[in-house]
């Protein structure tokens, strides 16, 4: 939901000016290279169970769930009022020797959806290739963030005794095996690790366990795992960035609550969050979360995510993610999860990107270009959905993240 305030409503139409300078959500059926994403086809989606392709992509990552499994996780009855900068934010940022602009960012970039919030007010919202203030945007990875924070809450309530426990503690049918043995604090910072090779080549560890957990003829999680039942390291000595360890952690999280991950993430975090829109996360042939990614919401509800985030769980007087935990996730745990460690730019929380600099922020990330950024300092808040033709190792993430610094800055005052 969205509010105004009535004295920055009264200038607005007393100027006249209210549709262009107020941060009102601006939509176009156009983007870069829109006849290539489909434009001419209405933007069409990949048939179930077909790879995605550039053609496809706009469609079906904003359509994610409608011809998928999923578990709806319903609006909030008493969603929290977002309002509205009397003016859209203006932003120039340096790249590649140029200065550019919100606009230009757009104009070049593959993003379906830019949403730019700071402490609960909306400063930029953007749709392009016809998407809409209304459509649920799939999150791809951006859900491990999701995952983690779920831990925390489900060891704030009690039902997961300790970060320190072993799968096997929740899993006993995985007792004895390399993933059963592993600790939870190990899955939440990608060191566990598990031997598990994830580069979306459609080959790799990630497309066996997909296909694996889709299975119609679903084997159970124990025969799954056999799959991954290997060890390249020692748990804590190397980061390996893995949707096996998201997945491990989720089915701890259902079964120590003995709640499905899509309703417990509705009883614990979207209603306390008071989102304004539905949201869903995909199934998987045994009916469980496909945790590592999947999960769908709108950039307003992504945004809502965010600035609770911000406050480090805290929503409306009700910390609704545990404090500790929301510093501890947001704070590398060891040097080998500091940015800038193996040649990463970015560190490594508990399933959460961290930012280099001396701020802390950081970021939930997905393939293809789908991110979350937080900066709790100045609660600035900004989500990007995106259609960038390759899964990873686009040449956008590096002028998003200049974008974001620019941002930041200008928020902060620096």
């Not at 609960?120 to 945007?137: K, L, V």
């Not at 957990?213 to 390291?233: C, E, H, T, V, W």
């Not at 993430?265 to 539905?278: G, I």
Request: glycine share 10%.
């Amino acid at each position: 939901m969205i509010r105004l305030s009535t004295l920055s409503l009264l200038l607005l139409m007393a100027t006249g000016q209210m549709a262009h300078s107020q941060a009102v959500a601006v939509h176009s059926n156009a983007g870069p290279d829109a006849d290539a994403y489909g434009a001419g086809q209405g933007y069409p989606q990949a048939p179930l169970g077909v790879m995605t392709t550039q053609a496809t992509l706009v469609g079906t990552y904003s359509h994610y769930d409608e011809a998928r499994p999923h578990t709806t996780i319903p609006a909030s009855a008493n969603p929290s009022m977002l309002t509205r900068a009397p003016a859209e934010l203006q932003l120039n940022y340096q790249f590649d020797g140029n200065t550019q602009s919100l606009e230009s960012y757009l104009q070049r970039n593959p993003t379906t959806g830019l949403l730019i919030m700071r402490d609960g007010q909306i400063a930029f919202e953007h749709y392009q290739y016809g998407r809409t203030a209304q459509d649920r945007f799939t999150s791809q990875s951006m859900a491990k963030g999701i995952v983690g924070i779920m831990l925390g809450i489900a060891i704030a309530d009690g039902a997961v005794h300790s970060a320190d426990d072993t799968v096997a503690t929740y899993l006993p049918e995985l007792a004895g095996t390399e993933p059963g043995k592993t600790p939870l604090r190990y899955l939440l910072t990608m060191t566990s690790g598990l031997r598990f090779h994830e580069v979306y080549d459609g080959k790799d560890d990630i497309m066996r366990l997909n296909r694996a957990l889709n299975s119609k003829s679903y084997p159970g999680i124990a025969a799954i795992m056999q799959q991954f039942d290997a060890r390249s390291a020692a748990p804590g000595q190397v980061f390996n960035y893995s949707g096996l360890d998201t997945e491990l952690l989720a089915l701890v999280i259902s079964r120590a609550t003995g709640m499905g991950l899509g309703d417990y993430v509705n009883k614990r975090l979207w209603t306390p969050m008071r989102a304004e829109a539905a949201a869903s996360w995909i199934t998987d042939a045994h009916g469980d979360a496909v945790a590592y990614c999947c999960f769908n919401a709108t950039l307003r509800d992504y945004g809502r995510l965010g600035t609770l985030l911000a406050h480090d769980g805290m929503a409306g007087g009700t910390q609704v993610i545990p404090k500790t935990w929301m510093l501890e996730a947001t704070t590398p745990q060891s040097p080998l999860l500091a940015p800038g460690v193996s040649g990463r730019k970015l560190g490594y929380g508990y399933q959460i990107w961290l930012l280099p600099g001396d701020r802390r922020a950081f970021a939930l990330r997905g393939i293809h270009g789908q991110v979350l950024l937080v900066d709790p300092a100045s609660k600035t808040v900004l989500v990007h959905t995106a259609v960038r033709p390759n899964a990873t190792n686009n040449l956008g993430e590096g002028e998003l993240l200049a974008l974001w610094n620019a941002l930041v800055a200008h928020n902060a005052g620096l």
